[in-house]
């Protein structure tokens, strides 16, 4: 088949009347609300699972103050260690959009939010598969490991969004690849908006760059369009990357995205940075994914399509340096393994008789398969349903207190918010969700912009190394909130100069003494 030619469904599409169309779901609706149910709703801890990281609080405040303001914050509204120093709120619509759900609803306005986009993620990845001509249990198959693969990330963050976003921009590029048209370049405006609501504009970036030099080795290997490819990814890369100048920032986010992207302090201290552990299930399927990948690119090579081939040897290899792109490691992948499969399952059963066993399964995915590029009226259905139903369905009132110190939150919130607290980043996340805009916090989950020195010197403390004391008193740090079992809550038991207010198993809050004919009598206040 030739580059520019479309390929014909693997199946007969039945007719059908518009009006059934609409009422009729297709397998890609199913999924949709398949793996709603599934992840959030049946599943345990459901819903909650989305607030497991704490950032998603000050995501919320920061769309909040834009809201209440109508401006975008230039510096920092939330520590006592940088206040007012410059900072870069880089992904401020994704903020906007949270905001706005939790205005709405709360907390499940913004559990619901990101569960549709990372469903819808799904969904969409599934219909890429279909599209490039996979058959129906090749996708099903490609996408169950897609979608295990990525779950890790699937948090109420805004790099939701990129996972949507870098699957419908692969399904375009590859589209533009069977029969070029304009439409490819509605890239280019998508990249202004993208760069706005997330950083991971940059996989745009890279994936345009890597497909314009791997079809730029496509033409002098003597392919058919490899010039006219690498020149389009080319001129389109370049129109892209103007667009993302559009944010308040213009380049100085750029260079700011590039220091944070290439920094080893982020590296060897951010956890989604580090390289995956091949210890949980959802690591075992991005391994599978890994190898299958592998082969496909194999075989993505031996038809001389070494742009692709490149694309997925290439965000390989990323995957493996930081766990942070995995998702768009599969995303770039999960196609490619499901058009391998329908290849090995077309050569299984086209010698069947259509009454044996490979026959009947293969007349079965001709059959379910048929409608599989449809998309009905169900999905929105379910979404309106899920919003104007409430308790019986699990949305959470506040985050999980398995992974935050809610009882404690609730019994010293005014000491609290009016204290400067030392606290893990997850935690001061979420003291900024319940106490903003009261609330000061020494490090919370903005890494980019703490940097690498006052990294060092929060990490210094909360792991209680010989300089811990000093770090509290340079800041001055009135309260202490952290797990009893850490080494910083050990010694401050142990310390004449704060006194344990409450250790409750699960959170251990400290205060600073007073000094004798100290003026500290806001605490000593609210201690009592």
């Not at 490819?184 to 970036?205: D, E």
């Not at 965000?315 to 942070?324: E, G, I």
Request: positive net charge.
């Amino acid at each position: 088949m030739s580059a520019g030619a479309v390929a014909p469904p693997p199946y007969p599409v039945r007719a059908l009347s518009a009006g059934r169309k609409l009422l009729l779901p297709s397998p890609s609706d199913c999924l949709f609300i398949a793996w709603i149910l599934w992840v959030f709703v049946v599943g345990q801890p459901g819903w909650s699972v989305l607030l497991d990281d704490g950032d998603a609080g000050w995501h919320i405040r920061v769309g909040e103050s834009i809201l209440e303001t109508g401006a975008i914050p230039r510096t920092d509204p939330f520590s006592f260690t940088r206040p007012d120093a410059p900072w870069y709120a880089w992904e401020w619509l994704s903020d906007i959009a949270y905001a706005a759900a939790h205005r709405a609803a709360g907390l499940k306005g913004v559990t619901l939010l990101a569960g549709v986009a990372i469903a819808a993620f799904g969904a969409l990845l599934f219909r890429y598969m279909i599209w490039r001509g996979a058959n129906l249990p090749a996708s099903l198959a490609a996408v169950m490991l897609a979608f295990g693969a990525s779950s890790v990330h699937f948090l109420a963050r805004p790099h939701v969004f990129t996972f949507v976003l870098v699957t419908a921009a692969l399904w375009l590029l590859e589209r533009d690849e069977r029969a070029p048209d304009r439409v490819l370049w509605a890239l280019a405006p998508a990249a202004a908006i993208w760069t706005n609501l997330h950083g991971g504009f940059v996989a745009l970036l890279a994936c345009l760059g890597i497909l314009a030099a791997g079809s730029g080795v496509e033409a002098l290997l003597g392919a058919p369009g490899g010039r006219q490819r690498a020149k389009r990814y080319a001129l389109l890369l370049a129109a892209c990357a103007a667009a993302t100048l559009a944010n308040p920032y213009g380049v100085r986010l750029h260079v700011h995205v590039y220091d944070y992207l290439r920094a080893d302090w982020i590296r060897n201290t951010v956890e989604e940075f580090k390289s995956p552990l091949f210890r949980t299930e959802n690591a075992y399927q991005f391994e599978a994914l890994l190898f299958l990948g592998i082969m496909a690119a194999a075989s993505l090579s031996a038809k001389r399509r070494l742009a692709w081939a490149g694309l997925i040897l290439a965000w390989a290899h990323l995957a493996l340096v930081s766990a942070r792109h995995v998702p768009i490691f599969v995303i770039v992948a999960a196609p490619a393994i499901a058009g391998e499969l329908t290849a090995l399952w077309r050569r299984w059963v086209e010698s069947a008789p259509r009454k044996s066993a490979r026959g009947v399964l293969q007349q079965l995915s001709e059959d379910f398969g048929a409608g599989a590029r449809r998309t009905s009226i169900w999905p929105v259905v379910f979404v309106v349903f899920l919003a104007l139903v409430g308790e019986p369905l699990g949305w959470p009132a506040d985050f999980p207190a398995r992974e935050f110190p809610v009882a404690m939150m609730n019994r010293h919130r005014d000491l609290l918010a009016s204290t400067r607290v030392f606290a893990n980043d997850e935690w001061a996340d979420y003291l900024l969700y319940r106490n903003y805009p009261r609330q000061r916090v020494f490090f919370d989950g903005r890494s980019d912009f703490y940097g690498p020195e006052l990294t060092r010197e929060y990490i210094s403390a909360y792991q209680g190394r010989h300089d811990w004391r000093q770090i509290l008193d340079r800041y001055r740090a009135e309260t202490v909130l952290v797990p009893p079992d850490t080494p910083l809550a050990s010694l401050l038991k142990g310390d004449a100069g704060w006194k344990l207010l409450e250790d409750n198993g699960e959170a251990a809050l400290f205060v600073r003494r007073p000094a004798s004919g100290g003026s500290n009598q806001s605490t000593a206040a609210l201690m009592k």
